[in-house]
């Protein structure tokens, strides 16, 4: 099956940037999506197709993709920021595949 | 306004089936390659995607739990069945109705999801 690994955690004081890694084979050649969940919410889409922002979802959100590992920047963060993270990809062989997720903690 | 919502049971015992029901509003399930399906989350786990019914009738399950799932809709109510048979303990989770848009594979949006606690 296939894997993608995220950093249990990142913290990260206000007004900085986070990032987030998600890794997995051939992560390059897929699309990511990335998901926020906040405590005792359902996720939100907030990046999809590796850069894109649904409307709504502050600039301060982007994502990018390289080799073997996609990545989710926060910068300038806010309290408000302070969740879950979920970096996801559709699989040929597994269809729909979730990361193991990153608690995002706001100094 | 895209909007899902899950209903079904709070507990089942063990070795039950498990039954929820997503009744969505928003969007037809008949236009072209829309999609509606469901995914998991244990207490303090990841999410975990259980299956997917799309448009056209096809439907796509976890490999890992294909064997326990069946999932159906009926365009005309606007809703979705996932049925799980034989729960566990482990199966305890918030499980999540999402809408998948055409041309996408990504999820969006989705359910406020309901508690099944698998307990005897």
């Known amino acids: 099956s296939y894997v993608l690994t995220q950093p249990p955690s990142v913290s990260v004081a206000p007004g900085k940037t986070a990032r987030i890694t998600c890794g997995g084979d051939?992560?390059?050649?897929?699309?990511v999506h990335w998901y926020q969940q906040k405590a005792g919410q359902a996720p939100v889409l907030v990046i999809y197709r590796d850069t894109d922002r649904p409307s709504g979802i502050p600039e301060r959100f982007s994502g990018s993709s390289s080799g073997g590992t996609a990545t989710l920047s926060i910068s300038r963060v806010e309290a408000g920021d302070e969740a879950d993270y979920y970096c996801?990809?559709?699989?040929?062989?597994?269809?729909?595949?979730f990361g193991t997720g990153t608690k995002v903690t706001v100094l | 306004q895209i909007t899902l919502k899950e209903s079904g049971p709070a507990l089942v015992k063990p070795t039950q089936t498990l039954t929820l029901t997503c009744t969505f509003s928003g969007f037809s399930l008949s236009t072209s390659g829309v999609a509606v399906g469901w995914v998991r989350q244990p207490p303090g786990k990841a999410l975990e995607w259980l299956a997917l019914s799309y448009w056209d009738d096809d439907k796509r399950y976890s490999p890992s739990l294909r064997s326990r799932l069946n999932i159906t809709k009926d365009t005309s109510k606007n809703q979705v069945v996932l049925t799980m048979t034989n729960m566990d303990p482990v199966d305890t989770a918030t499980y999540y109705c999402v809408h998948r848009q055409a041309a996408a594979v990504w999820f969006d949006p989705w359910g406020q999801g309901t508690l099944v606690t698998v307990s005897s």
């Open positions: 051939n992560i390059g050649s897929i699309s």
């Open positions: 996801q990809v559709w699989d040929s062989s597994n269809d729909y595949v």
